[in-house]
């Protein structure tokens, strides 16, 4: 395990994740049924660096996100264990530094991402524990003398949670593609530029 961090048991205790804080993910390993032993990954590829993890009351896997990824901690870790035993020398004011967010987010037992909920890090950052019930979630931090106390709800409909659901639709589902390939004209009279955007906008809408 590359760092093991947090570990949660799933509802019907069939398996226990364990987050990877420097691979970016969270591992499952199936403690009862045919699968018994066996490991595989609950999520990876991270938009972080995961921390402690916790099953809610709503029976997902919440998992912390306490930085974002940094593209020099991701060099530093395929990097020549040499060079980050050297790294562990260079004084702290000049080591690479956590930049600031507050998020966590939530996975069924499919691995399907279910919530991605983030906000304001001016006054509080660096999340490294979470616990949800009754739609409400409680966030520690490892820099932070105070625990933060929110509204699922709320923090769902937060700008930065609103800015992640159109840029997962961009993304995931590849809508900045429309009409790159646009269909034969003679096939489809109807498809125009205004089709295009109705598509986008109703698929955003949803």
């Not at 570990?7 to 804080?21: F, G, I, K, P």
Request: glycine residues 8%; contains cysteine.
């Amino acid at each position: 395990l590359a760092f093991a961090n947090g570990v949660a048991l799933a509802a019907d205790e069939s398996y226990v994740a364990v987050a990877e804080t420097a691979a970016r993910t969270v591992v499952r390993l199936w403690l009862t049924g045919d699968r018994a032993g066996q490991r595989d990954l609950l999520c990876s590829d991270l938009p972080g660096y995961p921390d402690n993890i916790a099953r809610g009351s709503d029976g997902l896997i919440w998992v912390t996100i306490a930085s974002p990824r940094d593209p020099v901690v991701e060099m530093l870790h395929h990097a020549p264990m040499p060079l980050r035993k050297a790294v562990t020398r260079i004084p702290e004011r000049l080591q690479p530094k956590p930049k600031r967010t507050v998020r966590a987010m939530a996975f069924d037992d499919a691995g399907t991402l279910v919530h991605d909920v983030s906000g304001d890090a001016s006054g509080y950052h660096m999340v490294t524990g979470v616990r949800e019930h009754d739609g409400r979630l409680w966030l520690g931090s490892l820099h932070e003398p105070a625990v933060l106390k929110s509204q699922l709800r709320r923090m769902l409909g937060a700008p930065a949670a609103e800015r992640f659901a159109d840029a997962f639709a961009w993304q995931w589902l590849q809508l900045r593609d429309v009409g790159r390939f646009p269909p034969d004209k003679v096939l489809y009279p109807s498809y125009d530029t205004h089709l295009e955007r109705s598509m986008i906008g109703e698929t955003r809408a949803f």
